[in-house]
Structures are given as C-alpha cells and as structure tokens.
C-alpha cells in the first residue's frame, strides 16, 4: 500500500508564492524505492477536468503545462521520497485543488491516466 500525503496549500494573493510538499511512504514494488518512479502534480478546479501541472521522471526530466512554465518548479527529494512543486507569480486561474501522483513508468509525467497512486490532495486558493 502507497500513500502519497499533501500539504502546503493555502489562500494567498494574486502575485503571491506558495510551496506544495508530496511525502510517499509506503511499500512500493519490491525492490524499488519512490526515487525510481515518476511524480507529478494535478489541479482540479471547481466544475473543471482534472488537469496535469508539473511531472518528474525518475531521472529528474521535468514537464510543464504551458500556463504554469516560468511560475512554477517540480523538484524531488529522494532521500525525505518528497517531491515539491513551487509556485510563483500565483494567477486567480491558479485555483484549485492540487494532487500529488505517483506511478513506476510513464511516457507522460503529465497524463492523468498514467498514474497509479493519488493523494487526498490540498487546496490553493488565489484571490
């Protein structure tokens, strides 16, 4: 059983910076360590698809939805299996709940239905 657990969220003005933090524990595949798989962060807003924000690779290659490139910056801790997504410049369509994911392998870091483990997620609210 994975568990992936959220925080950081919070309510900031427009301009404004926040950093999510992701923690994974658990047991993953045996033999492999969270530092081996593929991380990303999603966002949900009200009455919206879910949609994918930021994503990293075992090997740190990072992807970035067009909205949040030059804002926002996906990093990884292996050694704390945290992974962080930095948001600056915070933007009112910036809103939304965010969710961290975790998967062995994928071809998409940013691709929704690629990810095997979710977090119960944080919320971020820009006014």
């Known amino acids: 059983h994975v568990q992936l657990v959220e925080s950081g969220g919070g309510s900031v003005q427009a301009g404004g910076s926040l950093r999510l933090s992701c923690v994974a524990s658990?047991?993953?595949?045996?033999?492999?360590?969270?530092?081996?798989?593929?991380m990303g962060w999603f966002r949900q807003a009200p009455g919206q698809q879910r949609e994918g924000v930021a994503g990293?690779?075992?090997?740190?290659?990072?992807k970035y939805t067009d909205s949040v490139k030059g804002r926002f910056t996906i990093s990884k801790d292996n050694a704390k299996n945290t992974v962080y997504l930095q948001m600056s410049s915070l933007k009112l369509e910036d809103t939304g709940m965010y969710y961290c994911?975790?998967?062995?392998?994928?071809?998409?870091?940013?691709?929704?239905?690629?990810?095997?483990?979710w977090g119960q997620g944080t919320q971020v609210t820009v006014s």
């Open positions: 994911a975790a998967v062995w392998w994928t071809t998409d870091t940013l691709r929704s239905e690629n990810y095997k483990w």
């Open positions: 658990g047991h993953p595949y045996s033999g492999t360590s969270f530092s081996s798989y593929c």
């Open positions: 990293i690779t075992d090997r740190g290659a990072t």
